[in-house]
């Protein structure tokens, strides 16, 4: 996520598999856990998928696409999503039993279709792709539900696990039977890595990965998002101790960027709700600009431009903040965001049997040290096996605690999912 002041999260479920059997890829199958929904969607991709040229991609894979695909969305009705499918370069030979799959879980970008990464780009996240790519794996990177999908009509449910987690499942499956169209053969074994909001569906995928029916193999999740409601009370403390109402003005405009953010997604389970039970008017007005479905509709980074330039000329003509029209009072009692920040925000809620490993910086002022930790602790409280040697921390903020430790992330994926490249001679 590039995010400021970000998140949610307390802890998740995901399960002991068991195996019944081989799939048509000659890989083990396994069975869902009975409260998760397993994956019988028919002809997941929806029609031919089209190249994507960016980033120099296509350069380092022998394919790089965008695929529309079906999953079950956070409604529990079956949607349209888009997703980039990447192979191996041709220099690699594919394993005899099939390539293995990581699946990349980007950061915030925002809720509209154009924030998407297939439209606008990875944003630097090619570097980590690329290296995988050359350590021979195939990489799935969603763009999550309602982020870039053909109809522009659904919002992206900003933060939702569960809509996360099957945004990756079902990309992984989608993809499997893409690829093999292609006669490219897929080995069913798979793991998720992810950063910020990315890092909260990575963890959000460990949880519900047996929908997808296949061999799940562990999560990376750096900085990862969790514990929304307590971040954003701690925002406003700090911000109500800043006497420099610039520095305020940093702390504040992120803050009501990721609430806007939220207010988006959330209005697709809940189109009655409006931005301007959340905002103050004008300033519902600029949040409103977050949304798919808004003319004038912004990504991340412009908005939070945007809502902290908002600030300052106010600041400019009264001198003062002090009666700014920001966020209602009570704007967090409202029931659907109250159950957002309550449950559905929230990863390992429930015991993960596979391994995990977070890194984490202790500059991090996005997601804070403190936060991860009490979502390790909490994780562990139910069962989670997180080792201290799987809690990495080091002296980094939000960004380098992901770009430092690049080559560490392929080093971590090679151990939980060994690719066994064939590079040609």
């Known amino acids: 996520m590039k995010i400021k002041l970000l998140t949610v999260a307390m802890l998740s479920t995901t399960l002991f598999l068991t195996a019944c059997g081989g799939d048509d890829n000659g890989s083990t199958v396994f069975v869902p856990k009975p409260e998760i929904p397993e994956n019988n969607i ?14 120099g991609m296509a350069a380092a894979s022998s394919d790089s696409v965008i695929m529309t695909y079906k999953m079950l969305g956070v409604n529990d009705k079956e949607v349209l999503a888009t997703a980039l ?31 998407a990464p297939s439209r606008q780009g990875l944003g630097g996240n090619e570097f980590l792709l690329k290296a995988l790519l050359a350590s021979g794996y195939v990489v799935v990177a969603p763009d ?25 499942t079902d990309a992984v499956v989608a993809a499997r039977a893409y690829l093999t169209s292609l006669n490219k053969k897929t080995n069913g074994q798979w793991m998720t890595v992810g950063h910020s909001q990315g890092g909260q569906a990575a963890l959000g995928a460990a949880q519900y990965a047996s929908r997808a029916k296949l061999d799940y193999k562990g999560t990376v ?46 209005r ?27 003319e004038n509709s912004v990504c991340y980074q412009a908005l939070g431009q945007n809502l902290g330039n908002a600030m300052g000329i106010y600041l400019d003509k009264n001198k003062t903040l002090e009666g700014y029209p920001r966020t209602k009072t009570n704007f967090m009692s409202i029931p659907s965001v109250t159950s957002f920040l309550a449950t559905d925000s929230q990863p390992l809620q429930k015991k993960v049997s596979t391994p995990i ?69």
């Open 144 to 168: 999550y539900e309602g982020l870039g999908e053909p109809s522009e009509k659904d919002a992206h449910p900003f933060l939702n696990v569960k809509s996360e987690a099957y945004s990756i």
């Open 357 to 425: 490993i977070i890194y984490q910086g202790t500059l991090d002022k996005t997601v804070p040290k403190p936060v991860t930790d009490f979502l390790v602790n909490s994780a562990k409280s139910v069962g989670t096996a997180i080792p201290s040697s799987n809690y990495r921390v080091g002296e980094w903020d939000h960004t380098t605690a992901y770009s430092t430790n690049i080559g560490n992330i392929v080093t971590d994926v090679n151990v939980l999912l060994p690719s066994n490249q064939i590079i040609k001679q």
């Open 268 to 294: 697709n389970q809940y189109p009655s709700l409006k931005f301007s039970d959340v905002f103050n008017s004008p300033t519902d007005e600029i949040a409103a600009t977050a949304e798919t479905s808004s």
């Open 85 to 115: 499918v990447f192979t191996p370069p041709a220099s690699i030979l594919p394993p005899a039993n099939g390539w293995p799959i990581v699946v990349w879980a980007h950061g915030t970008t925002g809720v509209a279709d154009k924030c």
């Open 42 to 55: 028919k002809d997941p991709v929806v029609g031919i998928p089209k190249n994507f040229e960016l980033n």
């Open 221 to 266: 999740a750096v900085a990862p998002a969790s514990n929304l409601a307590l971040i954003l009370a701690d925002g406003e403390r700090e911000a109500n101790n800043e006497p420099n109402p610039i520095k305020k003005i940093e702390i504040l405009a992120p803050l009501d960027t990721f609430t806007a953010l939220i207010t988006a997604g959330l």
